[in-house]
């Protein structure tokens, strides 16, 4: 057996084929086939996306053992995601992940992505964060502040209660014509806008639960309110309605971290998902670190949004416990963790 060892991983939890390959913490390749299909529909369609990762799964996975120059009889084991996401997306995954790794006689891995999300920290040349930590993991289906014990014991101190902020970001860009997904499209765009221009309030929600309904809601109507005033009202304001939307997104993250921070006395503090590459997120974190003392640490940008590096990660701390897992394992769509 190769020491370290050698990890494939299969990444389909969503609308992003990703296939990857490690040798422990070095990643070799991580391949990811973006499905620009959903772009037509302002969303991912499901039944689209999952099509999309069968004819994509075996073209990802040849490249991504040609980049790493590796051949499948040098490999481990393989890692793929078996939730939470959409289920025939994951179908893909899994199936096609259990039956390679079968055939080439190595163990396969399920990993949660949520955790793999938190797990991308471990990947590359970067020093680990020690533990414990905190991790804020912000992506287009969850946004949740999980307590991180060691690389395997985790759990969510709080959480969205109704959208995710990358919902909300590609929610908001959607009411202002934007393509998807929003979120990149809102931070370049806040770039050059003034965040205090247009003001939104805080919902009021209890502990370390979030919630991001109310606040899209309220940016719809004032959406609406512009534009009848002025029917150019969002392309004339668009720079700063990105900034203020932002602001508020970020706002609310950032006063429920410190929260955590306070009520955990952990300031060890990271974040991932796909929202965690957005600029002023980074930047108000970064100044919030100098404010208050923490120590922060911020994936590359590769490792933010859905990639399968991660997942090899995640299935490398799982094939590190010597744990030995089933082949009947099935795609769980609303997987929580432990
Ligand atoms: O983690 P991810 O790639 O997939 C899920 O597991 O959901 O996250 C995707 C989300 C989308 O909502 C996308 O708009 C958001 O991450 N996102 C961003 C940025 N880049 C991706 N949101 C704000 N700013 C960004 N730069
Ligand atoms: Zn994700």
């Not at 923490?294 to 416990?321: Q, R, S, Y």
């Not at 010597?322 to 009947?328: A, E, K, N, Q």
Request: net charge negative; proline share 7%.
């Amino acid at each position: 057996m190769p020491h370290p060892p050698l990890i494939l991983a299969i990444e389909s939890s969503c609308d992003d084929t990703g296939v990857a390959v490690i040798r422990g913490h070095e990643v070799l390749s991580n391949v990811i086939a973006n499905q620009s299909v959903h772009e037509n529909y302002g969303g991912v369609v499901p039944e689209l996306a999952s099509r999309a990762h069968a004819q994509n799964i075996v073209p990802a996975l040849a490249e991504a053992l040609k980049i790493a120059e590796v051949l499948p009889n040098e490999l481990t084991a393989v890692a793929y995601t078996c939730g939470p996401g959409l289920m025939g997306s994951l179908h893909v995954g899994v199936a096609f992940a259990k039956s390679w790794a079968w055939a080439n006689g190595i163990p396969s891995i399920p990993v949660n992505h949520m955790q793999a999300h938190v797990l991308a920290h471990f990947l590359g040349p970067n020093p680990d964060p020690g533990f414990p930590f905190l991790c804020l993991t912000v992506s287009g289906g969850h946004t949740q502040l999980v307590k991180v014990v060691s690389a395997l014991d985790m759990s969510v101190i709080g959480e969205t209660r109704d959208d995710a902020a990358g919902e909300a970001f590609d929610k908001v860009a959607k009411l202002m014509g934007l393509p998807y997904p929003g979120g990149p499209v809102l931070d370049r765009l806040a770039r050059d806008g003034n965040p205090n221009k247009f003001r939104f309030s805080k919902p009021r929600v209890s502990g370390l639960d979030m919630s991001f309904s109310g606040l899209k809601t309220q940016i719809w109507q004032f959406l609406q309110h512009g534009q009848q005033e002025d029917p150019r009202f969002v392309e004339a304001n668009q720079s700063d309605i990105a900034a203020s939307v932002q602001a508020s997104i970020i706002g609310i993250l950032l006063e429920k971290l410190e929260g955590a921070v306070t009520q955990t006395g952990i300031a060890e503090v990271a974040i991932a998902g796909g929202v965690s590459a957005n600029s002023g997120l980074r930047k108000a974190l970064f100044s919030n670190a100098e404010r208050l003392g923490w120590k922060v640490h911020i994936p590359p940008f590769e490792f933010c949004t859905d990639n399968a590096a991660m997942v090899a990660m995640a299935g490398l701390k799982l094939f590190e416990t010597g744990r030995s897992f089933p082949l009947d394992i099935e795609p769980m769509p609303r997987l929580k963790f432990n």
